[in-house]
């Protein structure tokens, strides 16, 4: 029996409570915030959630009460703690922004929190962006992932540009260019200008979506308009190469001058080769020089090449081989194949350096793997000779061969010598003379003097019928590719 009158009890006054809340809600739609008050305190003081949102919704604008912001938060964190999603909401936005309180990210971030699961967009959207910057809470980009996405799902641009970007470029969570496509695309139909450069550079390389280059063009060309360097950059380069644009060098010469004027550094290289060739302008190859030492100076291998070049080169600006070398030097060490021969040619010289056979068979050696017949040649040439390295006829041999093949007349003209005296390898009378023979048939001039003479001197160490042999290898021989 006391069980039943207890449960009574406390049925009556839930039903009583409810009632005073309603009565409460009713006043305060008439505006007689007064006697709302009167319905909402006792409640409120009671634990009823509703009633406690409502009281801090009074203080917060002053309605039937002098206004007091330190009582509308008591109210709204009594509320929210019963997950009120108005109250988490309304503590979210007051204490994000410090909107008539001391601003805490914190404690804004758990009630943001609570609201965006509670379905509030843009309180996930403000919890996303405190976790992922780490204002309040500790920094932690999934969690702000997660946030954004729920804002995302509800419309918000600034999640879904957010989420997109995040997805992008692996910024915490997995790098994902379908999910960043599919995130960007509405900000981008909204007009953002970053969204759009997104959108443009997924198309132009095909990431995530089927490679389109007018697609690519569009959105840069969109985002460009907007003042985004990066879509200047894209969209000059697509005019250049006359990808889903029609090729216009002037076009793309005006997008990457636009480009640099906001200083975007991915456009002083293309500047260069445009000065350079001739692209949209006259060639010039001081103009080309100031790009490309621009580019240089930010680390970029090729561009240090290029000015190394034009520093040597000499034409159209002042040449100086000590800055030359110096430039090819850097880009050398970043593997650049072009710098490393051109470096060991200055070595191998001595001009803007001072001449040091090691360094130069040192940096020849990469281009003579690649198949530079140039430095294979001299590679050859210095193990032949003993200059910078150890003399080693074998080794001589391997790249002498490596050229000769391929059509060195130089290297012919060695190989033969070598193979002749047998210095280092096995002598090979019919080989000498083979090469010889070729070389002799390449050759003008003085040079052309010098081998022949050589190859007639093999020939008379040598047995007609070899003679004979060594004329048939000669006829028979083909370069290789």
Known sequence: MRVFWTLALVVGATGAAYADVQKGIEAWKTEDYRTALEHFRPDAEGGDVLAQYYLGEAYNRGRGVVQDFTEALKWYRRAAAQNNVEAQDTLCNMLFFGQNTQQDYLEAAKHCGNAGNNGRVYAAFLAGYMYELGKGPTADAPKAAEFYKRAAEGGNADAQESLGRMLFFSQGVPQDYAGAAKWLKAPAEQGRAFPQYLMGYLYDYGHGVPQDYAEAAKWYQKAAEQGDARAMSGLGYLYSQGRGVTKDDAAALKWYLKAAEKEEA?????????????????????????????????GDPNSQYMLGFLLEDGKGLTQDLAEAAKWYQKAAEHGIVGAQESLARLYFSGQGVAQDYAQAAKWYQKPAEGGSMGAQYLLGWMYDNGKGVTANGAEAQKWYMLAAERGDQRSQY??????????????????????????????NGEERGNVEKQRDYIASKMKPDEVIKAQELARNWKPKN
């Not at 190989?415 to 050759?443: R, Y």
Request: without cysteine; hydrophobic residues 45%.
């Open 266 to 298: 991915s456009v002083n290289s293309l500047l260069g080769w445009a000065y350079y060739q001739g692209a949209g302008t006259e060639a010039n190859p001081g103009e080309a020089a100031k790009w490309f030492k621009k580019s240089a100076e930010q």
């Open 414 to 443: 060695h190989l033969g010598w070598l193979l002749f005296e047998g210095k280092g390898v096995p002598q090979d009378l019919i080989k000498a003379h083979m090469w010889s023979n070729i070389a002799t048939a390449q050759l």
